[in-house]
Nanobody
Framework: QVQLEESGGGLVQAGGSLRLSCAAS????????MGWFRQAPGKERDFVAA????????NYADSVKGRFTISRDNAKNTVVLQMNTLKPEDTAVYFC????????????????WGQGTQVTVSS
């Protein structure tokens, strides 16, 4: 069973930066895809970014392109989401997720989920 644990959330002013990490444990595979999603109160859980575990292929939501960067550290079994130029509308609980295959923006195709970490951006 793959387990995911997010860290790095917090409160930041608009224009600031945060770095989220997702540590994976268990039987991770070279064909895993790691993704980040976010969910604001009363809203759907939306795709943010994804990366293949071995190939480095990435995919981003249009709303975060140019501001967020997803990367991986295979030696540490960790995926990082660097968030720059944060906006109040980025406020949400951010979830790490994993699936087998190719990066996908659909939350329904991810098999494993972390508990989430709160990101709050003040104006």
């Amino acid at each position: 069973q793959v387990q995911l644990e997010e860290s790095g959330g917090g409160l930041v002013q608009a224009g600031g930066s945060l770095r989220l990490s997702c540590a994976a444990s268990g039987p991770t595979a070279s064909n895993f895809v790691m993704g980040w999603f976010r969910q604001a109160p009363g809203k759907e859980r939306d795709f943010v970014a994804a990366i293949t575990w071995s190939g480095g292929l990435t995919n981003y939501a249009d709303s975060v392109k140019g501001r967020f960067t997803i990367s991986r550290d295979n030696a540490k079994n960790t995926v990082v989401l660097q968030m720059n130029t944060l906006k109040p509308e980025d406020t949400a609980v951010y979830f790490c997720a994993a699936r087998v295959g190719v990066p996908s923006p659909s939350r329904y195709t991810y098999h494993y989920w972390g508990q989430g970490t709160q990101v709050t951006v003040s104006s």
